[in-house]
């Protein structure tokens, strides 16, 4: 049974949870400029090694949701995300989109979801682990996902439920919930599953990448950062998932060699920044988008921001975040 809302994290982290971490401490109550400057979702108003400041988008400034907004925004409505899927399917049946390929189509739905409010946490609800769907707040994973679970039904010609379907084969390793465990955490065997049912091509080796060696152990190290880890069997899952992982060779495209890449990146690649943290595989996720004439990273970052396209190009963006080093690239395929 899916469920339309409810607090997640990112699979690249959330703020709080990232920033807790590194202070030593599980509090949420954290400085915010610590959050804005370890963070992985990070907006382009915060530049490596300085202070937080608004993005430079050209518009004005957004006000910043409260913790009243963001609780509404968690909560269940089942009607409200049901009549946004029906009403871009419709859209995109309209303007001729679903004829788009499946990169391009993400790209064309993106650009309707821009100034949907950023949220973190937006999968971390209450209970046992099942289908959160909330089209209402987003963050820089769950972003990616409906986006590629909206175009895949889509182009197959589907309805909402059709859309539930797909973005729970996304989400879960298998395809379909069976406890926190299936859950596909750490990004990087994110690209991995969906490679192997079909949904996505992991491209990063034929862009110039190198192998990254840091071992995946986020999760089991930070523990009391996760509330499910609490159980014992659940604890010993996600461990035993982590030491299979680390013996998969993963490999990036380091952030100086991003814009030589960049020619042979395509709209609508699924986009995630590569982490510093020790034990941590991504840091943020996005969509690519060429934008007079440069690569630029459709997006959800930054906690009090929203969707947006970076106003600096990928390649930048990149190497001015202190908490990123470089990218994979994964291509969703028709």
Not at 38 to 45: N, P
Not at 140 to 166: D, K, Q, S, W, Y
Not at 193 to 202: D, F, L, M, P, S
Request: aromatic fraction near 4%.
């Amino acid at each position: 049974m899916a469920e339309l809302a409810g607090p997640r994290s990112c699979r690249c982290e959330s703020n709080e949870r990232v920033a807790a971490a590194i202070a030593g401490t599980t509090r949420s109550l954290l400085l915010p400029g610590l959050l804005l400057l370890l963070a992985g979702c990070t907006g382009d108003g915060v530049p490596a090694g300085g202070a937080a400041r608004p993005a430079d988008t050209g518009a004005a400034a957004r006000p910043v949701p409260t913790a009243a907004d963001s609780a509404s925004l968690l909560r269940a409505d089942r009607t409200a995300d049901s009549l946004t899927v029906v009403e871009r399917i419709r859209l995109a049946k309209q303007r001729g989109l679903d004829t788009l390929p499946t990169g391009a189509l993400m790209v064309a739905l993106g650009r309707t979801f821009v100034g949907t409010p950023y949220v973190p946490q937006t999968l971390e609800a209450e209970g046992d682990e099942r289908l959160i769907i909330n089209l209402r707040a987003l963050d820089c994973v769950t972003f990616v996902e409906n986006m590629l679970a909206l175009a895949r039904t889509i182009r197959a010609g589907g309805a909402f439920p059709e859309f539930t379907r797909e973005l729970e084969r996304i989400r879960y390793r298998t395809g379909s919930v069976a406890g926190y465990p299936s859950r596909l955490h750490y990004f990087s065997e994110w690209i991995d599953a969906n490679q192997a049912k079909g949904i996505v091509t992991n491209v990063t080796r034929e862009l110039g990448a190198v192998r990254d060696l840091e071992p995946l152990d986020f999760m089991s190290t930070h523990r009391a950062s996760y509330r499910q880890l609490a159980d014992d069997a659940t604890f010993e899952a996600i461990r035993q998932i982590e030491a299979r992982l680390n013996q998969n060779p993963r490999y990036y495209i380091p952030a100086t060699a991003i814009a030589g890449a960049a020619p042979r990146i395509r709209d609508g690649d699924i986009i995630a920044a590569t982490s510093t943290l020790s034990g941590m595989d991504i840091a943020h996720t996005g969509l690519a988008v060429w934008q007079d004439g440069e690569l630029h990273l459709m997006h959800a970052p930054l906690v009090g921001d929203s969707v947006e396209i970076s106003a600096q190009p990928l390649a930048v963006r990149i190497q001015r975040i202190r908490t990123q080093d470089g990218i994979m690239v994964a291509r969703p395929r028709d």
